[in-house]
């Protein structure tokens, strides 16, 4: 999503704010214009939310194992020294240093600095008397070469870091979700007070005239009676709106924070921006109809489990690998010159070979069997997600299409009541209606103007679910 530049400046002034200690003041949210826009509700949210922050320690996760994983293939230098006097005799004063280089197939290159002298110093550990130098290779030819510890943990590292993104994305989505249906609930509890305090206005002014015609002797006393319960009744609902309002700001300000971890109380002169959703679509920056192949392919859930795959892929590779007999050669370059390159040749040499293999396999064919069941429960994993997102989306898509049909026909009824209750208005004035009749029509007018409400709440609630199972809100 592309947040306005704008989320800055009012982070200020909510700290601002915050600071000066505001008292709530109900009549001054109503008439003040000063609006929270979701856009600007949810940069605020995506930048300084402790959680949007912790999502982020989990791609810095996979960064330090990837760091970890790449320090398997760091030259090494190695010292090794023993020494041993007895009663005056020098039995052995041994130095062996070696600097050693991994590379990636099983190949590991050496150069190895080795200094024996002592009286008891086993003859095959002799050496010329400045030293003896040694430059050589060890490798793998059969078990480890293709496939060995050391490569397998870094590729799967590298995947890691590419799950470790995916997961975030998904962590931060899931944050800014939350946030976007606690804001239209904010907004439904908003618009629902503004319609009680309306009706409220209406209710004290018909009120008024009923005792002025009464008083007059052009209405009956039970009329001021009626006029005065209904009053009563619509001060009722204002005050259990005015309440769900103040816990809906209350619920929003959880998602407020500033720098450092300061936690933040919306001022109560701002109010939810009543054009949300007009915007809605532009703010989510996603189309119902913008679903296409590739955005399921790129979808998180899948990404995640499709690198998985590999890794267990690269996990059976070394498993499989394991099945081969251990061939390990060496073959070292002996000179006591080293710096005539000339002397090192194939008449002077150390060379070595190590074979083993086990017997019956047991170990290794029960771990590749086990590789290959990881595989296939990810595979059926990933097919299963890929139709479940498939389901999900299309469900969300008829339920929008719903909501939105049900929207037209409710502000159908709107408009139907508001002529019924301007009827029975005009025939109660020429003496032909009863007030009864006005207040149970109005009541049924509020009672639409809510549902309506409602609806739109619920259209503006799956297009955030829309975006949410598209894992599109943080984009």
């Known amino acids: 999503m592309i947040f306005k530049n704008t989320h800055i400046n009012l982070v200020k002034k909510l700290s601002f704010l915050f600071v000066l200690g505001f008292t709530f003041n109900v009549d001054a949210q109503i008439t003040n214009d000063s609006i929270f826009t ?27 194992k990837l760091l970890k994983a790449r ?29 050693k280089i991994p590379t990636w197939y099983g190949i590991e290159l050496k150069a190895n600095y080795e200094d024996n002298e002592g009286y008891y110093l086993n003859p095959e550990a002799t050496v010329p008397e400045d030293g003896l130098y040694s430059v050589g290779v060890s490798m793998s030819l059969a078990k480890g070469f293709l496939a060995n510890k050391r490569m397998t943990t870094l590729k799967q590292a590298k995947l890691y870091r590419n799950i470790a993104i995916n997961k975030q994305r998904t962590v931060v989505n899931e944050v800014l979700y939350n946030a976007i249906s606690t804001y239209f609930n904010w907004l439904k509890s908003y618009q629902e007070f503004q319609v009680y305090n309306d009706y409220l206005v209406n209710a004290n002014e018909r009120l008024n ?11 009956p006393a039970v009329d001021t009676l009626e006029a005065s319960i209904n009053y009563k009744n619509r001060a009722l609902d204002v005050e259990k709106s005015r309440i769900k309002y103040l816990k809906s700001q209350l619920e929003l300000s959880n998602y407020l924070w500033l720098e450092n971890n300061v936690p933040i109380e919306l001022d109560y002169s701002l109010k939810p921006d009543t054009n949300s ?56 370059f002996l000179t006591s010159d080293y710096e005539q390159i000339n002397s090192l040749n194939t008449h002077n040499y150390k060379a070595g070979i190590n074979l083993s293999v086990p017997l019956f ?21 990933l097919s299963a997600t890929r139709v ?42 020429l003496g032909e209606g009863s007030l009864f009749l006005i207040n149970y029509r109005e009541a049924k007018l509020i009672e639409t103007e809510l549902k309506r409400i409602d609806v739109i709440n619920k259209v503006l609630n799956t297009k955030a679910s829309f975006a949410q199972i598209l894992n599109t809100i943080e984009n």
């Open 38 to 64: 979701l856009e600007e509700y949810l940069g605020i949210v995506k930048q300084f939310h402790p959680i949007a922050k912790q999502a982020r320690l989990i791609s810095s996760e996979g960064e330090a």
């Open 71 to 99: 320090g398997a293939f760091d030259p090494k230098v190695e010292v090794d020294f023993n020494n041993k006097e007895f009663k005056g005799t020098e039995y052995y004063n041994k130095l062996n240093a070696a600097f």
């Open 277 to 332: 959703p007009i915007k809605i679509d532009a703010v989510l920056n996603r189309s119902i109809l913008e679903v296409t192949d590739s955005i399921l392919e790129n979808h998180p859930k899948i990404k995640a489990l499709e690198f998985k795959q590999k890794q267990l892929v690269l996990e059976k590779r070394l498993k499989t690998s394991n099945l081969l007999p251990k061939i390990d050669v060496q073959y070292n």
């Open 209 to 219: 005239n009923v005792i002025s015609s009464f008083e007059a002797g052009d209405k």
């Open 361 to 381: 396999l047991r170990k290794e064919r029960g771990d590749l069997k086990l590789a290959k069941i990881k595989l296939q429960d990810i595979n059926f994993d």
């Open 388 to 429: 479940s997102l498939l389901n999900k989306i299309n469900a969300v898509q008829q339920e929008i299409n719903s909501y939105e049909t049900q929207n037209g026909i409710v502000e159908n009824l709107v408009n139907d009541y508001k002529r019924l209750v301007i009827a029975e208005e005009r025939k109660f004035e």
